[in-house]
DNA sequence: ATGAAAGCGCTAACAG
DNA sequence: CTGTTAGCGCTTTCAT
């Protein structure tokens, strides 16, 4: 009933316009005939070339290098059922997180001769739908970034298409899990080093499965005592969040913060500055997500480190497995580890440990 | 000669494996039987549903509807001409001047109900000629985000596909400028009103646009006379190089610096901190390029802001302009402005001016 | 080892 | 307004 679903397309371009499909300049056809064989023979030159005496092979190869032909992949498409595409969907590429993962993605991509569809969805559940089940038809496969989908639509996708989620993790499903609950362990058992003893977390967005892996970490830590941990947010992961979760954090008296991600920590590090509050000497902050070139100049922040790159990567790799693998039932899980990267003056708490201070 | 060109795919994956193409669950035919129709009708549904008496159209939509069935545009495709797909390439998804000009991009994509093909060409000519021949005939248009390609070359990819640069200016070319001299002369103007008289550029690659307009108001500020100006480079515009950068600032005794974009910004105040220099105290230091996020929490660094989002939207505006418009052939230019930003604490250089000096 | 023929899902004349 | 016909470029039996 809801227009959303069916729509014809009414924006500016939609309905695919102007040039009449004719004939196309080097289809296979020409090459054929110049090569002096069927085109069935040109079309196995590409596919498998082994079918094809040395002589008509090099012939057809010949011809198609001089005419530039390549087989076109919408063609292809109709008669093979596999488009050469894959989908990529993040939740905003304006997030520092997901450029990141793109490009690892996008590298293996390419080495497999794959096109990667792009798609932002905004943070927005009602768009990421719309704009999955527009691509669905055109692609091989899609990987979703941290999806703000339901479980239960998840696996309905997962009926349509091959399916692999980043930061995500249902049931018969490929996954490339970042290892979050064990950074946040790597971040507490920096800062109780230290001599903290009052943390706060800055709880990134409710369905986000590194956050609630990330407070199980907390809530693990704090079960073994020895420190009092508290839970601040949801936030929207975005510096402007950040800046306003600082007062939070000072008014709750902690001497260290660890924020969802380094857009927070950066926010917090800026609001933190402007009420003249010193860091890392009065209140430590850890960012969570590694975003190199934002934090590399603030020394003053700890991070612990996410190997986005490898997760595109490895995303792209578990894809093929279904695709063109043996088993394209099986599902595998892969889980990436964070670490955590100290760089310039942490500070142990101003009242406390038996630390010489820096500076 | 060279295999670049014709190169049979050999990753795994390569060759479009498995599916057998029989039949689709929901084609046009399925909608056309269901609903007593012809697939012509059933195409003129989508297409120009004005064609069609309303009771047809009505009884169609029902069933498409209820067979969810949107149109393929693989075969849409090979009828038309037309992909749907627009291709967007930049250099470097790593360096965050290109989601941002990405976002923008695939907001206005997306309203016209367009696909986009990302492609990253690792700042590498060569793997980006090959790319773009890969996806040519997948798209109807291209966006080229600061390419690397020779005049040459793109003159010649214009001649086969719809063409948009980004910071690029050929003739008979549509392009988004950013106004990177008039962003020059913003920072200069701001340095010397501070008294700044000796100033650096970190100069970044040879073949960028953006680069040499910056050197152009670079040198038609220091021709107005008033102040030294002095050309650092070139860089790879990367964190590491303006790490570099730094010392060669300091050695030159320049009392300010601009950087060919944030990433190297960042590096200098890195390293200047790392020999225990002041920003802005020492030095100061400007940035181009809009990376809010990266720089927001750095209020010693001044920035020219980049309006990347619009360009991206533009870039689109653009293309579709010539794909969809009237006028296929006539091309545009749209010249974006930039807008320095002052966060914090801005000095005048030491030995300087008559300004009180903040802190 | 190669060719002929059929058809993938769709659109575009051309009738009516 | 709607149906019929003929492909678009390619792959795939099925022959040979």
Redesign the interface.
């Known amino acids: 009933m809801s227009d959303e679903?069916?729509s014809?397309?009414n924006?500016?371009?939609?309905?695919?316009?102007?040039?009449?499909?004719?004939q196309?300049a080097s289809s296979i056809r020409n090459v054929a005939i110049r090569a002096k064989v069927s085109t069935s023979t040109v079309s196995r030159?590409?596919?498998?070339?082994s079918l094809l005496s040395h002589e008509t092979l090099a012939r057809v190869?010949a011809v198609?290098?001089e005419l530039?032909y390549?087989p076109?992949?919408?063609?292809?498409?109709?008669?093979?059922?596999?488009?050469?595409?894959i989908g990529l969907v993040v939740p905003d590429?304006?997030n520092?997180f997901?450029?990141?993962i793109?490009?690892g993605f996008?590298?293996r991509a390419?080495?497999?001769?794959?096109?990667?569809?792009?798609?932002?969805s905004?943070e927005n559940p009602r768009l990421e739908r719309q704009?999955i089940?527009?691509?669905i038809?055109?692609v091989d496969g899609i990987v979703l970034c941290s999806s703000r989908l339901t479980e239960q639509e998840l696996l309905e996708l997962r009926r349509e298409t091959t399916l692999v989620l980043i930061n995500r993790r249902i049931r018969d499903t490929s996954a490339v899990l970042l290892d979050s609950a064990d950074g946040m362990r790597q971040a507490l058992d920096h800062l109780t080093a230290l001599g903290h003893r009052k943390i706060g977390y800055l709880s990134g967005p409710a369905q986000s499965w590194s956050n609630s892996e990330r407070r199980r970490g907390l809530r693990e830590a704090s079960a073994k005592g020895n420190l009092e941990t508290r839970e601040l947010g949801l936030f929207q992961p975005r510096?402007e969040a950040g800046q306003a979760a600082a007062d939070l954090v000072v008014a709750a008296g902690l001497t260290a913060v660890i924020a969802f991600n380094?857009?927070m920590a950066?926010?917090v590090?800026?609001r933190l500055?402007g009420r003249g509050i010193n860091v890392p000497n009065d209140i430590s902050v850890v960012g969570f997500d590694d975003?190199?070139?934002?934090t590399?100049?603030?020394?003053q922040l700890t991070t612990v480190a996410v190997p986005l790159e490898l997760a595109g990567r490895a995303a792209m790799e578990l894809l093929?497995e279904q695709?063109?693998g043996s088993d394209?039932a099986g599902t595998h899980e892969q889980m990436l580890g964070l670490q955590l990267i100290v760089r310039g003056s942490t500070a142990p708490p101003r009242a406390g440990a038996t630390v010489g201070a820096p500076e």
Chains 1, 2 share one sequence.
């Open positions: 679903e069916f014809p397309p924006s500016p371009g939609a309905t695919l316009g102007k040039p009449v499909g004719k196309s030159a590409f596919s498998d070339p190869q198609a290098q530039s390549r076109n992949r919408a063609a292809q498409s109709l008669t093979t059922g596999m488009t050469g595409n590429l304006g520092p997901f450029p990141a793109l490009k996008h590298a390419r080495e497999a001769d794959y096109s990667v569809l792009l798609v932002d905004d704009l089940r527009a691509m038809k055109q510096f380094d857009l950066l926010g590090l800026s500055a975003i190199p070139m934002a590399m100049a603030t020394p093929m695709i063109v394209p």
